[in-house]
Nanobody
Framework: QVQLVESGGGLVQPGGSLRLACAAS??????????LGWYRQAPGKEREWVAT???????DYADSVKGRFTVSRDKANNTMYLQMNNLEPEDTAVYYC?????????WGQGTQVTVSS
């Protein structure tokens, strides 16, 4: 069983930046072939994919965040980050960390990001 814990959400003005973190309870450097990603869910909308990074260091982004958001991992591979720049009110949502590790899917509890003046 793997736990994913997000942190770093908050209130920011349009055009501002935030960095989210997702800490995994397992040493991912010891895991072969995993996928980590970020999803978000705005009020009244379905959960949508934001970005993905893999054990082979491939990264992909939704068109709505491409060029503004960057996903990365630390050296120990235990924490994933989402650097969010030039935030827009439409980015307001609960952001969830996702992991597909050893063939099982895991989700974090979510962290609120609010973009408002």
């Amino acid at each position: 069983q793997v736990q994913l814990v997000e942190s770093g959400g908050g209130l920011v003005q349009p055009g501002g930046s935030l960095r989210l973190a997702c800490a995994a309870s397992t040493r991912l450097i010891d895991v072969y072939g995993y996928v980590l990603g970020w999803y978000r869910q705005a009020p009244g909308k379905e959960r949508e994919w934001v970005a993905t990074t893999t054990s082979s260091r491939r990264t992909d982004y939704a068109d709505s965040v491409k060029g503004r958001f960057t996903v990365s991992r630390d050296k120990a591979n235990n924490t994933m980050y989402l650097q969010m720049n030039n935030l827009e009110p439409e980015d307001t949502a609960v952001y969830y960390c996702y992991g597909r590790i050893r063939g099982s899917d895991y989700w974090g509890q979510g962290t609120q990001v609010t973009v408002s003046s």
